[in-house]
């Protein structure tokens, strides 16, 4: 076995989206900050309504997903076809973009705290013009492993293999086989596991301090860490406990041009993209439910 090691660490950065909601920005906060195919992490917390009750009004998508994972609050998502729904605390929301959406997602609260993330995951250039697709995901339908020392690990995205078993997430059978796990340690408990060689992987310490990989790098609060390859990781809290995002998935390795919303192959696809969103035809088919394969 390869142990993974912290190879770089991004701290997140201070931004604003949509109609002007405060976050942190980590991958993406430039487009040298990528880690294929993950294209942008944001994570948004506050307690302060005047930082998120603009939200995220009507705005286009076009060649990569959108993950939304709820810690707390409730977001409403609209779509062009007319699809609604309610995120509250755990859920998630996982959004094929693909060749055209246009969306809102909107706080349904005036008051309390909204915190959560949003991660952009790219598509390959033969998934990025396929009709649009989402899946909302309850918190109740994802499954938290229980490990050794307390460890808890949701399992959103992939299959955790642990001494236990085997324990499948709701999302399967993507083409970049994408791993989201949401790993909760106790105060110095440790968590082991695989990722495959030649995956991509990173972390994000959203409470608390982790320690990575034999040699126990720090990877300070909201900070993310992008991993060497190997085959294992290995998450150590410190005195405080952690909570740490682990995302894994298989690069795609092709030309990335973005602007804004739109994430295409090349600068013609890009310019095609805002003539279609111009002229509406950016949506003209129907959004569709996402359709799970089964873990394998």
Known sequence: MTPRTLARVIPSIAASDGAGVKLRRSLGASQLQRHDPFLMLDEFFSDDPDDYLAGFPSHPHRGFETVTYMLDGHMRHEDSSGNRGDLGPGDV???????????????????????????????????????????????????????????????????????????????????????????????????????PAGYNAFLYAYEGEAFVGPDRKQLAHRAAGLLSDGDTVRIEAGDAGARVLLLAGKPIREPIVQYGPFVMNTREEIEQAIADYQSGALTKEQVRRIKVAAPG
């Open 93 to 195: 929301q996982w959004m094929s973009a693909a060749r055209g959406i246009i969306h809102s997602e909107m706080p349904q609260q005036t008051e309390g705290r909204m915190r959560g993330f949003q991660l952009w995951l790219n598509l390959p250039a033969a998934e990025k013009m396929k009709p649009a697709a989402y899946r909302d995901i309850p918190s109740g339908e994802i499954p938290v492993a229980e490990l050794a020392g307390g460890v808890k690990v949701k399992v959103i995205a992939g299959t955790l293999e642990h001494g236990g078993g085997k324990t499948a997430g709701p999302m399967q059978g993507l083409s970049t086989d994408a791993r989201y796990l949401d790993v909760h340690l106790p105060p110095r408990a440790a968590f082991e596991t695989g990722v």
